[in-house]
């Protein structure tokens, strides 16, 4: 919503990155590496933290069925989060809420593309300005990653378990928790998910687009 697409487009590279890994996650269901509820700029709001040389927060609703809505992103750079990000949150909440009476699911998503909203391509990382094969790269890694996180959430397993059976370090396996995509390899992650005993299987095809 607003300009929030363009605030996290204009943010350093490994926050654009786990932005879209914690977006990903959020899309299919799952919560975010590191948030919190927020109800004071609306009911069913939360706000992804990320970290970095400066710290971002990304307010969110996901709680209606045809959207994930982004409503804010902004520089986080006091220990209490301004009441302006606050109250722009709300606007753009109540905002939602109000193109959300429109009736039909195809009328309502073209009341919100009218009411200054950017629908997703379907990649959140060719969203945040990456080129098609880092998006692509990047969303072949978040997969793996949340297909690590799964297992090790199934096996119950503490870091140091996790660590020793997937043959890596326990602060790599807490980069993996925290949702630090930058930090980790289409081999390094292939390389975990076969210690962990999963397959890892892609499908090759001719892209859609006319090569010139």
Not at 47 to 71: N, S
């Amino acid at each position: 919503m607003g300009d929030s697409l363009q605030r996290l487009r204009a943010a350093p590279q490994d926050i654009r990155a786990e932005a879209g890994y914690q977006l990903e996650l959020v899309q299919a269901g799952e919560t975010p590496s590191d948030f919190r509820p927020m109800p004071a700029v609306g009911s069913g709001v939360m706000e992804i933290w990320l970290h970095g040389a400066t710290e971002y927060r990304v307010f969110y609703v996901a709680r209606f069925e045809e959207a994930v809505y982004v409503l804010h992103c902004f520089v986080k750079k006091t220990r209490a989060t301004r009441e302006a990000e606050i109250e722009l949150g709300r606007r753009r909440y109540r905002s939602a809420l109000e193109m959300r009476k429109t009736k039909g699911r195809r009328q309502r998503m073209k009341s919100i593309q009218r009411g200054g909203m950017t629908k997703s391509s379907g990649n959140v990382f060719t969203d945040l300005g990456f080129s098609d094969a880092e998006a692509r790269n990047l969303r072949m890694r978040s997969q793996m990653m949340t297909a690590l996180r799964e297992f090790i959430e199934k096996e119950r397993l503490t870091q140091a378990q996790a660590a020793k059976r997937l043959k890596v370090t326990q602060p790599r396996i807490s980069d993996l928790t925290r949702g630090k995509i930058t930090r980790f390899s289409l081999d390094t992650l292939v390389n975990m998910l076969t210690d962990a005993g999963l397959d890892v299987d892609f499908q090759i095809k001719a892209s859609r687009r006319r090569v010139a």
